[in-house]
């Protein structure tokens, strides 16, 4: 007897275990999809049914794909990556540039460039609708690839190298230096400030866990010297106004330091010269929508020395 053909696969439930592959829970998956995680459950058993095999086993803490759970998984973002190319392609036959676009940043970025890109593109490009996600590189890239937001605005530095999953790609935005901060009058006389020169004062710093945090305590290191860190925090505001009120000094990017936060000293950085990059990331389905290609030209845009 012949056996019976196999049975199709569904795309809804496919999504459905990519999303749980992302989210690592089936209730995470359930929130993601607006769904119940009973709704969830049943899908997927509907789909292990039309698999022929076991997709995933439960643990206390989560579900864990199997081996076929897994592959299966990686198929269903190829697949669901070419259904949004070819949305992405019928937009573009459209020439359809309205609608909404969701961006993560890094906090200095988004005050220093996502903003006020976005202020001109509301000005030229009123059917755009932007929402902005304030996060650090590593949860925005986890927001791009649960498609959760169609561009990411991250940061790489010197000494911490970013890697971009697969298939994320990136489009250069700004390469800018890193700049020395200290109150009034601690760097007097000083055009600019080698890192070794600070190694006996005091420092204010993002901390480890931040790619700035890690890249400067690097430099330091290279400089032959640990830094004494007496104020540790990401809240560049916080931190800036702590080196106002001598606290110790700061290395952060230069676009980092806003120019009205406080009364502090800018100097370049001579050696080692430390740089920031920010660069904007997508899935390429996404980047190929006309609406994405437009938000991405105003970032571009913002980022032009020119501008």
């Not at 601690?186 to 055009?191: E, H, I, M, Q």
């Not at 430099?219 to 830094?227: I, T, V, Y």
């Not at 916080?238 to 606290?247: E, I, K, N």
């Amino acid at each position: 007897m012949a056996n019976a053909p196999a049975a199709p696969l569904d795309v809804g439930r496919l999504r459905l275990l990519r999303e749980v592959a992302l989210r690592g829970t089936i209730a995470g998956a359930a929130r993601a999809c607006g769904l119940t995680a009973s709704a969830v459950s049943q899908q997927l058993a509907v789909l292990a049914r039309e698999a022929g095999t076991p997709l995933f086993d439960r643990t206390p803490r989560g579900v864990v794909l199997t081996g076929a759970g897994q592959l299966l998984a990686e198929r269903a973002a190829e697949v669901l990556e070419l259904l949004a190319a070819t949305r992405s392609d019928l937009d573009r036959l459209r020439g359809e540039v309205a609608g909404e676009v969701t961006v993560a940043a890094v906090a200095s970025a988004a005050a220093a460039l996502v903003s006020p890109a976005l202020t001109g593109l509301r000005a030229s490009d009123p059917r755009v609708v932007v929402s902005v996600v304030v996060a650090e590189p590593s949860r925005s890239l986890e927001l791009v690839l649960a498609d959760d937001a169609d561009l990411a605005v991250v940061d790489e530095y010197d000494y911490v190298p970013l890697a971009l999953p697969e298939p994320l790609t990136a489009t250069d935005l700004v390469s800018e230096p890193l700049v020395v901060l200290a109150a009034p009058g601690v760097l007097r006389g000083r055009a600019d400030v080698a890192l070794a020169d600070l190694a006996e004062l005091d420092w204010v710093m993002p901390p480890d866990e931040a790619a700035c945090g890690h890249a400067v305590r690097s430099a330091c290191r290279a400089a032959g010297f640990e830094p004494a860190v007496r104020w540790e925090t990401d809240d560049m505001l916080l931190l800036v106004r702590a080196v106002a009120a001598r606290h110790g000094v700061a290395v952060l990017p230069r676009l980092a330091v806003a120019a009205d936060a406080a009364q502090v000293s800018v100097r370049p950085l001579r050696e080692p010269s430390l740089r920031r990059r920010l660069l904007a990331v997508s899935r390429p389905s996404a980047k190929a929508r006309p609406i994405v290609g437009l938000v991405l030209a105003a970032l571009t845009a913002a980022s032009s020395p020119e501008r």
